[in-house]
């Protein structure tokens, strides 16, 4: 059944209104020097809104049955980056098919939302037996992202595995446990005095939380695990190579490279501020049009809008997103299933998280990671990766206002 008036055509506006928007900030960035990558994202934005209406008319329903097939397409074309993709900028992550090139690791995210909704909604979170068969899903395709290496994608992996967790009812405490090897491995060699007062912290929720004739099995090795990830920590800091160092630190302090490592943050930063309230006005302002900023289409793209359109403009378009997670939460809480409901939540833990990290970077708030703004950056990927997610949610959306409609007239 095909009846537009089941869509959720507030977040249809949205989704595609902000999309098309980024096209013309990326015309912005690009025109003194004839660029055409806006036309390509235009393009995108068409056939992405052709693939939204698209899926918002298919039965959600049937992926239960299917999500292992699109779990090992998924590892598969990780793998085959591995062997046979293209280097760009430092990340093997693309893979050339007839000319055209694309990343399955953007990919990968909404194969993982997939997966790990089918996972949840057979069995939730609330027991650790089937808490860990999710992390062992997970691994897999996160191990491979790592290998291309691509930490911005993986840090998403993260944020949708721990989100959908906590929305399948995992405890809380569990997932601190997952990430305290992380935080680990940064106190062990920055603030050792501090990391025996995480350590003691996390061997109490281990006692607490995990099961009870395992406790003293479960905080020894979470004190295993956590003196390993610190004792490990600078060996993994050796393996990253200069620019993912550079991303990761000089977010701090980027006046000690300020014609290196340290120069996008500064630029970024500059354009940002001399927007002022109302902006420079569009294709009036120097610092994107001089083309100050590296990557001001893609990674940096919102300094672009700051500088052009101002405060006024900025706070709008995080209106915009804030807006766009309100609606994906409210389709989370009122789905006719499980299953739709984490399909909604993976969706907002993937839009969400790029958002804070990628507007973040840009003031220098959070590391460069190479993450992009979602629907505004410029990626052929990304943006169909969004749009793709966006179908789906749709889907559910209109199942359930489909499926109300129908007990409406059934009372009638």
Known sequence: MNDTKNFDWFLITLVIGISGFGSLIIYSTQIYKQGTDWQSQLIMVVIGSIILFALSNYPYELLLKYHWITYTITNLLLVAVIFAGTTINGAQSWINILGFQFQPSEFAKVALIISLSALLHYRDASKLAHFLPVITTVALPWILIMIQPDLGTGLVFGAITLTMLYWANANLGWILLILSPLFSAFLFNLVFP??????????????????????????????????????????????????????????LE????????????????????????????????TQTHLNFVPEQHTDFIYSAIADQFGFIGSITILIVYWLICWRLVMIAMNSRDNFGSLLAIGVLAMIAFQTVINIGMTMGLAPITGIPLPLLSYGRSSLLTNFIAFGLVEAVAKARIMTVTKMKRSKN
């Open 194 to 251: 501090l990391w025996l007062l995480f350590i003691v912290a996390m061997i109490l929720i281990a006692w607490f939380t995990l099961p009870d004739h395992f406790r003293h099995i479960w905080s020894l090795v979470t004190l295993f695990l956590n003196y390993t990830a610190g004792q490990l920590g600078h060996i993994f800091w050796d393996l990253l190579k200069p620019y993912q160092k550079d991303r990761l630190t000089l977010f």
């Open 254 to 285: 980027p006046e000690k490279d300020p014609l290196g490592g340290g120069y996008h943050l500064i630029q970024s930063r500059i354009a940002i501020g001399s927007g002022k309230i109302y902006g420079n006005g569009f294709l009036d302002a």
